[in-house]
DNA sequence: TATGAATGAGACTTCATTCAT
DNA sequence: AATGAATGAAGTCTCATTCAT
C-alpha cells in the first residue's frame, strides 16, 4: 500500500468512526452529514470523494460493524468442545454486561430495520451471517461430530440475539439468574441426544 | 360512546393504520407526514387534531403494536401446563412462518431502535414487555410450580426474540429443523431439573 | 334593540374580549382564530356569522380600544382650566402606573405596528386620534384661550405616548422623579406665554 | 478580518437589510423566510448558516436598529450647553420629517410589541436605551449642573417618542407650529428653575 | 486533496376559513 | 344559531449534495 493509500485509508477510517458514532446517537436517519464531517474533523464537501454518498456511508458501516461482529465469533475455534457451551454463555452475558454486545443494541437495532428497506444492506447482514454460521456449523459437525448442525447453529445465535433484544426491553433484566438456564440452554442445544422431530 | 366519539376513534384507528403502513415501508423517519395523511384520506393538517406530532403517533403506534403482542401471550394462559413448551414452540414458529411475529420485525427493529433515544418510547415498550413477564413468571411459578420463575420467562422470550432476529440475518432459516430444537430449548428452560449457579 | 340583537351584541363582544386577550398575549398575527374561539367560548366556525374574518375582529378591537381611550379623554372636558395640567399630568402618571395607560402598551404598538401596513386599520385610529384632539383643542382655545390649539392639543398627547413608550424601554423608570417635570412640561405647553415661533 | 470572514460579514449584512426591509414592509411575524432569503439574493436554507432561526434574525435588528439610534444620539455630546435644547428639538423635528425617525417609526412599533412578548428583544431594547440615557444623563448632569439628570433625561426621551407616535395618529401633524413648542418643552425640561417636587 | 458556501427539495407544523350537520 | 371536522396553503427549518476556489 503506498502512502497516498494509506492515507486514503486512514480517512475513511475517520469517517466511518465518526459516522457510526452519530449513527449510535441519532440513528441512521437523523445523523447529518454536517455532524458526521464534523466528528471527522473533515469537511462535508470531502466526505464525498471517499464515498459517493450516505448509503455508502451507512453500507460501510454495516459492513465494518458485521465484520467486527464475526471475527469475535471466531475466537469460538479454538475453544476445546467440552467448554464451548459454557464459553459461549460467558461470552453472551459478558457482552451484554459490557454493552458491547456483538450485536451492539443501537447500531444493530438500526441495521435490522434498515435491512428490510434496503437490499444492499440486507446482502451485506446475511452475507456476514452466512460466514459466521458456516465457521459455527463446521465446529458443531466437524468438532463436537452432532447431526444437523445448520438448526443447532442458528439456535446458538438465537441465543445471542435474543439476550441483546431482550436487555432492551427488560432493563431490569437479571443477568446474575440468567447465566445458569442460558448454559443449560446452550449445552440442550449441543447435546447429541435425539430429539423428536418437530412439526 | 357518542356518534362523535365514535368518530373520532375511528380517524384515530385510521391515521394508526396508515402510519403503521407507512413506518413498516419507510421507517419513522423517512415516513413523511404528507405520506400518512395520503394513506389515512385525510389531509395533513387534519391528523393534527388528533395528534400533537409525529412524535405522538409514534408512541400510539408503539403502544399500539406493543398492546397487541402481550394480548397475543395472554392465550398460553389457557394453555396445560405439560404442553406449554410445546404450544410456545408452535407458536413462536408460526408467527415466524407467517411474518405476523409477536415482533412483527418490520416494526419491531425500528421500535427498539427509537427505544434507545426515545425515552417515552422505551417506556412504552418496557411496561407491556413487564406485563407479559408477571403474566408468564405467574403461569411458571404457579402452575408449573417452578422456581426462578423471572429468569425462567426472560429465557422463554430470549427465544422469541431471537427467532425473529434470526430470521431477518438468515432468511433461508429451515423452520423444520428449528422447530424440534425449539421445543426441546424451551422443554429445558421449564424444566425443574436443578441448574448449577452460573458464572 | 330586540332580545334577538341584544344577545347577537353581547357574543360579538365575547369574542372581542377573548380576541383583545389573545392578542395582547400573542400579538394579532400569532393569536390564532382557535384559541381566540376557545376563549370566547365558541366554535371557530360560528365565529364567521359575526365577523367576516379576522382582519375584521382585528378593526373592531382597534375600533373598540381607541374609543376607550377616547372615552378617558373626555373627563378632562369637566375640569377646572387652573388644573388641567395637574390633572393631565395626574392621570398620565397613574394610568402608567396602573399598566392601564390610555395606550394600553401591548395591544397599542401592535395597533400602530398594523396601521403602517392596514390602511382601514389606519383610518379608524386617525379618526379616533382626531376625534380626541378636536375635543382638546375646543378646550384649550376656548376654556383657556389660547392660541395654537392644535399644535398645543398635540404637544400634549405627545406627553402621554412618549410616556406609555418609555415605559416600555426603560422598565425602571422612576415615576416619582418624572412627575414633578411631567407637570412642569404641561404647564409649559398650556403657558400663553409668547413662544419665538419656531424653524 | 480574512477575505472569508469580511464576505461573511458581508452576507449578514446582505440579509440584515433583506429583513429589515420585509419586517418594514410586512412586520416581523408576516415576513416569511423565503421573502427575506429572496431579497438577501440567498436560498433559504443558506439564511441559517448566518443566523440559527428567524428569531436571531429579529434579535440582530432589533440590535442593530437600536445601535443606530445610539448613535444618532452620540453627536449631542458635542453641542454647546446652551444649543442643547434646540439642537434636539431641530434634530426629533429633523427625523420626524425625514421619516428616518431615530425611532423609525415602522420598524420601532414592530419592536417595541415584540418587546413585551420576547425578553431578549426586550434585553436588547432596554440595554441601549440604558446607553443612551447614561450619555445624555452624563451630558445634563455635568455640562449643564443640572440635578435630577435621570428624570430630565428620561422626559427628554419621551419627547423624541412621543413624537414619532404622533405622527403615526396624526399624520397631518403641523410641524411649523410644533417645533417652537418642541424647543419650548425641551428647554423647560432642561431649566434649572427649582421645580416643587410632585406627588 | 480540501474547504465550506450554497442550493432547493422536502420535512413537520400552523392556521384562516369553509361546510355538512 | 352553532358546531367542529376538514382543508390546503404557507410557514419555519433541515439536510444531502454540489461546486467554485
Not at 452529514?33 to 453500507?59: D, L, Q, T
Not at 464475526?70 to 468442545?81: G, I, M, P, Q
Not at 442460558?182 to 447435546?191: K, N, P, V
Amino acid at each position: 500500500m503506498t502512502g497516498g493509500e494509506k492515507r486514503r485509508q486512514a480517512r475513511i477510517e475517520q469517517v466511518l468512526d465518526a459516522a457510526a458514532d452519530c449513527f449510535v446517537e441519532f440513528g441512521f436517519h437523523r445523523a447529518g452529514m454536517a455532524k458526521i464531517a464534523e466528528r471527522a474533523r473533515m469537511s462535508p464537501g470531502h466526505i464525498y470523494h471517499y464515498f459517493e454518498n450516505k448509503e455508502a456511508i451507512i453500507a460501510a458501516i454495516v459492513d465494518r460493524e458485521s465484520a467486527r461482529a464475526a471475527e469475535r465469533f471466531a475466537e469460538f475455534d479454538a475453544v476445546d468442545s467440552a467448554q464451548l457451551a459454557t464459553v459461549m454463555t460467558e461470552r453472551a452475558i459478558e457482552s451484554i454486561a459490557q454493552k458491547t454486545d456483538i450485536l451492539q443494541s443501537a447500531l444493530n437495532m438500526e441495521m435490522l430495520a434498515e435491512c428490510q428497506r434496503n437490499p444492499e444492506v440486507a446482502e451485506i447482514i446475511q452475507r456476514h451471517d452466512r460466514y459466521i454460521r458456516d465457521q459455527l456449523a463446521h465446529l458443531i459437525h466437524d468438532k463436537l461430530g452432532l447431526d444437523r448442525a445448520e438448526a443447532r447453529t442458528d439456535m446458538m445465535m438465537v441465543q445471542f440475539s435474543g439476550l441483546a433484544n431482550r436487555l432492551l426491553r427488560n432493563p431490569d433484566l437479571d443477568l446474575k439468574n440468567i447465566v445458569g438456564l442460558m448454559r443449560q440452554t446452550m449445552l440442550s442445544i449441543l447435546s447429541p441426544a435425539p430429539v423428536t422431530k418437530g412439526e
